[in-house]
């Protein structure tokens, strides 16, 4: 198969444990550009959280395309217009803060280039201020402070509880809003019908490209949706077994520069 697209998780998958991106991986990435194939580097990340990736690889350039809040928002790079755009319900906001603070655990969203948190000096708090590179500023009083649109909220916590709130959101916000995690301490909380897979096919009607001819690789449950609909799906050794179960190829771990040997293997000719 002659793949057109490649699609990347960024954490656990495109980047190391830096957050960074191998020169390996860089080059082979770059060279698969050059021969015509697409890149789209999708994750739960806000927009800005990404921009920094996708100049590495000079997406602008190659026609590429960012998915950010899983999808919820879409850019071309090309032109730098957001093709596709589905904000969060601000009235699911209110009882999703309630539910979050009954149980002991922080939220956040985004805003321009910071991230608003229901507090600051929380450690799964910072660990997504790291990721994306963003200053956080606390709203202490979250509802009333936040600016709409916005296009995600993130719960954060210890797993095992995290798990269990995300059990209750799911059938509390039915209809409403989707939760699923993206790491064990990280519970997504987006609009209905919004994952990587729906996002893809959205961007099939844009390229003309074909799902057979796509490439997508993840580590995360937010990555199982479009692991499962890509052409080739992809799991990283470091994905849980279950993300792994669900792809065609396991691929070395993204300390191993297993995306590089993707693109060595199925791309470079």
């Given at each position: 198969?002659?793949?057109?697209?490649?699609?990347?998780?960024?954490?656990?998958?495109?980047?190391?444990?830096?957050?960074?991106?191998?020169?390996?991986?860089?080059?082979?990435?770059?060279?698969?550009?050059?021969?015509?194939?697409?890149?789209?580097?999708?994750?739960?990340?806000?927009?800005?959280?990404?921009?920094?990736?996708?100049?590495?690889?000079?997406?602008?350039?190659?026609?590429?395309?960012?998915?950010?809040?899983n999808g919820g928002r879409i850019t071309d790079c090309a032109?730098?217009?957001?093709?596709?755009?589905?904000?969060?319900?601000?009235?699911?906001?209110?009882?999703?803060?309630?539910?979050?603070?009954?149980?002991?655990?922080?939220?956040?969203t985004y805003q321009d280039e910071k991230i608003a948190a229901?507090?600051?000096?929380?450690?799964?708090?910072?660990?997504?201020?790291?990721?994306?590179?963003?200053?956080?500023?606390?709203?202490?009083?979250?509802?009333?402070?936040?600016?709409?649109?916005?296009?995600?909220?993130?719960?954060?916590?210890?797993?095992?509880?995290?798990?269990?709130?995300?059990?209750?959101?799911?059938?509390?916000?039915?209809?409403?809003?989707?939760?699923?995690?993206?790491?064990?301490?990280?519970?997504?909380?987006?609009?209905?019908?919004?994952?990587?897979?729906?996002?893809?096919?959205?961007?099939?009607?844009?390229?003309?490209?074909?799902?057979?001819?796509?490439?997508?690789?993840?580590?995360?449950?937010?990555?199982?949706?479009?692991?499962?609909?890509?052409?080739?799906?992809?799991?990283?050794?470091?994905?849980?077994?279950?993300?792994?179960?669900?792809?065609?190829?396991?691929?070395?771990?993204?300390?191993?520069?297993?995306?590089?040997?993707?693109?060595?293997?199925?791309?470079?000719?």
């Amino acid at each position: 198969m002659d793949y057109k697209m490649i699609v990347l998780d960024l954490d656990g998958t495109l980047t190391n444990s830096k957050k960074e991106m191998t020169p390996r991986t860089r080059d082979a990435l770059l060279k698969a550009e050059q021969q015509g194939v697409r890149i789209v580097l999708a994750s739960g990340r806000p927009t800005y959280g990404i921009t920094a990736l996708a100049e590495e690889l000079d997406l602008k350039t190659y026609q590429g395309f960012i998915l950010a809040f899983n999808g919820g928002r879409i850019t071309d790079c090309a032109t730098g217009k957001v093709v596709f755009d589905q904000p969060l319900n601000p009235e699911v906001v209110p009882p999703l803060y309630e539910a979050v603070k009954k149980h002991g655990m922080e939220m956040l969203t985004y805003q321009d280039e910071k991230i608003a948190a229901t507090k600051k000096a929380n450690k799964y708090v910072l660990h997504e201020a790291f990721i994306n590179k963003m200053p956080v500023e606390e709203y202490s009083d979250f509802i009333h402070q936040v600016r709409y649109p916005i296009n995600k909220c993130l719960v954060v916590g210890d797993p095992a509880p995290l798990h269990q709130l995300e059990l209750q959101l799911a059938e509390t916000f039915k209809g409403q809003m989707d939760v699923y995690r993206s790491a064990g301490f990280f519970l997504e909380c987006v609009p209905p019908g919004i994952d990587k897979a729906h996002s893809l096919e959205r961007l099939f009607e844009l390229t003309g490209i074909r799902r057979e001819e796509v490439i997508a690789c993840g580590d995360g449950y937010n990555d199982q949706s479009m692991i499962r609909f890509a052409g080739l799906g992809v799991a990283m050794a470091n994905a849980p077994k279950d993300i792994q179960d669900s792809a065609n190829y396991i691929t070395y771990s993204n300390e191993e520069d297993g995306v590089a040997h993707v693109v060595e293997k199925f791309i470079l000719k």
